[in-house]
């Protein structure tokens, strides 16, 4: 096993990464669905669900278990004689297997997309409820309509978000692309980014900041359904 080989597969494995968090997506992406369909009536759906999204937690969990044993024994390697190489598999392997006994159900819980899923769903539950106690009130339509197509543009493109994520710091919202890709331009220079929200006075705005919004995805969604876009 040569060291070259051994990154190329923590590099795949990083890639599986990306798969498995948008797969987690889209199960938070059905169980609101059946939420908005439903209610939380449907709770053995919802159950299978958030069983699936455990294991999708689990598998995120192994991956990054892997990836520190492999990080850890060839930096280890790497200190001592050539031959050590021999040893490197059965090393990473003793190495992952303690990482993995000390991972708990209570860990698997505590992955962000799992908490995510939970937020969401009770987020728009209540949501849900809320609409159908006011469904029967006079509203302006102009103004309520202009009122949700401000909320539901993007700060930096000046459109409607398609993905919005929203800033955990200062609860403002922008759509993925573009402030992924502002953030990789600004640090490219060496510069922070500041939240573009006008009034905000947020002037470091960080990936690990922000959260994809699978409720304002789907409230954007609706309205376009509703509006007639496409």
Known sequence: MSLSSVQSTVSTLKSCQTD?????DMISDVALGIVEAQGMDNS???KKLEDM????????REINCFVDSVD?????????????????????????????????????????????????????????????ENENEDLDEDIAVTQSQTNF????????????????????????????????????????????????DNKDVRQSDLELDLVMKRMIQNHKRQSGKT
């Open 20 to 24: 498995i968090g948008a797969c987690m």
């Open 44 to 46: 053995s759906a919802l």
């Open 53 to 60: 999204i455990l294991e999708c937690s689990r598998l995120d």
């Open 72 to 132: 850890e024994m060839t930096a280890q390697v790497r200190q001592e004689p050539p031959e050590a190489m021999v040893h490197l598999r059965n090393s990473v392997k003793g190495r992952f297997t303690e990482l993995m006994a000390g991972v708990s159900d209570a860990d698997l819980q505590r992955h962000s997309k799992v908490v995510a899923f939970k937020d969401s769903v009770k987020k728009y539950a209540i949501q849900g409820q809320t609409a159908d």
């Open 153 to 200: 543009i993007c700060p930096l493109t000046q459109v409607e978000m398609v993905n919005p994520m929203k800033n955990k710091i200062c609860n403002h919202y922008y759509d993925q692309e573009a402030v992924l890709e502002m953030i990789k331009v600004k640090h490219k220079n060496k510069k922070t980014f500041r939240c573009p929200k006008v009034g905000c």
